[in-house]
């Protein structure tokens, strides 16, 4: 069973910055293309970014593209995501996510979620 782990949310003002760490309790985490979506209240959740297995891939949603960067480390069994210059609409719970498969920026094709870390940006 994959575990994933999502810390580092936070209180941040508008143009700061938080990382997300994403642990994966797994020994498969270097077969799985794993992926950041997010939560605002009231809202579906929507596709953040994705990172391939060895992370020579990568795909962003067009608002936090040039802003986040999605980032991993095998050998820690560890996903990031560095969010600079963030905006009162970064606000909402962020999950990580995993699948083994190929990158998809669609949430329901991923069947191991974290329990999410929610990210406060005020204006």
């Known amino acids: 069973q994959e575990r994933l782990e999502e810390s580092g949310g936070g209180w941040v003002q508008a143009g700061g910055s938080l990382r997300l760490t994403c642990a994966a309790r797994t020994l498969s985490f270097n077969s799985l293309a794993m992926g950041w979506f997010r939560q605002a209240p009231g809202k579906e959740r929507e596709f953040v970014a994705t990172i391939s297995q060895t992370g020579g891939s990568d795909n962003y949603a067009d608002s936090v593209k040039g802003r986040f960067t999605i980032s991993r480390d095998n050998a820690k069994n560890t996903l990031y995501l560095q969010m600079n210059n963030l905006r009162p609409e970064d606000t909402a719970v962020y999950y990580c996510?995993?699948?083994?498969?190929?990158?998809?920026?669609?949430?329901?094709?991923?069947?191991?979620w974290g329990q999410g870390t929610p990210v406060t940006v005020s204006s």
């Open positions: 996510a995993g699948r083994f498969a190929s990158i998809s920026s669609y949430y329901h094709e991923y069947p191991y």
